[in-house]
């Protein structure tokens, strides 16, 4: 009975010991393969972190300046325009930054992959955006006329003389459309195109979504331009009419440029 209790153990000993025998050999014999492997998996995960941190100081200024003007949505087509990279390095990149970020990716038939980077820019952006459409819808889109003032003005003069009631020739009008500025508001001002065509513009005021239709853009493209010094000159070259236009900053709002 006591020998089949020691033979029981024993077996249950070189069950263990000789797994552990064979390791052991094998690692004797291929230490150098496994050291090679662990050497070679080591700097290839230091060349990924140079190449990346090398990436990230050329790459990282645009990308900052590509989450707010596209209100924190990117595709790899967007960093491959902005900084010439390929299709490949590109979506390394924006994978990356997704893990960083904790950012959102989508995809789409029409666009591919889209990636949501919902940062304090981003949230900003789309903030100001949804602001000027809630301040513009109840503005007027055209000029209206004055019939009030030109009915004071004609009631006025036909008191002072009553002579003046019969039919007013072209330059009388004209006249009567100066004195009229002196009473009332300012006529439309007008503003000369490039092609020296001039165009009434009073009261016309558009938001973002609205210009950048009229322009033929789309709206991220005039939300990165509106604050450059040549937007006036850019606006005019795509308007159908050749207005130029202006931004607003405090108001959020596009006016046409007046020069004076």
Same mark, same amino acid.
């Given at each position: ?15 263990v010991l000789?797994?552990? &025998? ?38 990282d ?31 390394w ?14 995809l ?13 820019? &981003? ?6 955006d ?16 004055l ?16 002579s ?12 009567v459309?100066?004195n ?6 300012p ?19 558009l ?11 789309s709206?991220s ?7 450059e ?32």
């Amino acid at each position: 009975m006591t020998g089949k209790v020691i033979d029981s153990g024993a077996n249950g000993l070189l069950l263990v010991l000789l797994p552990l &025998a064979l390791v052991i050999m094998v690692v004797f014999v291929a230490w150098p393969l496994i050291l090679g492997i662990f050497v070679l998996s080591l700097g290839w995960k230091l060349w990924q972190t140079y190449q990346w941190q090398q990436l990230c100081a050329k790459i990282d200024p645009l990308f900052n300046q590509l989450i707010p003007a596209n209100q924190g949505k990117l595709t790899v087509l967007d960093i491959s325009l902005k900084t010439g990279l390929d299709a490949n390095t590109a979506k390394w990149y924006l994978d990356r930054k997704t893990n960083q970020y904790g950012a959102v990716k989508r995809l789409y038939q029409d666009k591919g992959i889209v990636y949501y980077f919902l940062t304090a820019s &981003a949230l900003g952006s789309i903030f100001d955006d949804s602001d000027s459409n809630s301040d513009i819808e109840p503005a007027p889109v055209t000029a209206t006329p004055l019939p009030s003032s030109t009915t004071a003005l004609t009631a006025t003069n036909s008191e002072a003389s009553p002579s003046n009631h019969q039919t007013d020739s072209p330059q009388e009008s004209e006249s009567v459309e100066n004195n009229t500025e002196t009473i009332t508001a300012p006529a439309p001002e007008q503003i000369v195109s490039e092609l020296g065509e001039e165009i009434s513009t009073a009261e016309l005021t558009l938001n973002q979504s609205e210009l950048a239709k009229r322009l033929e853009v789309s709206p991220s493209t005039v939300a990165k331009r509106k604050s450059e010094d040549d937007f006036p000159v850019w606006s005019q070259s795509r308007d159908p009419d050749g207005i130029p236009w202006l931004y607003d900053e405090e108001e959020k709002i596009f006016h046409p440029y007046q020069s004076g």
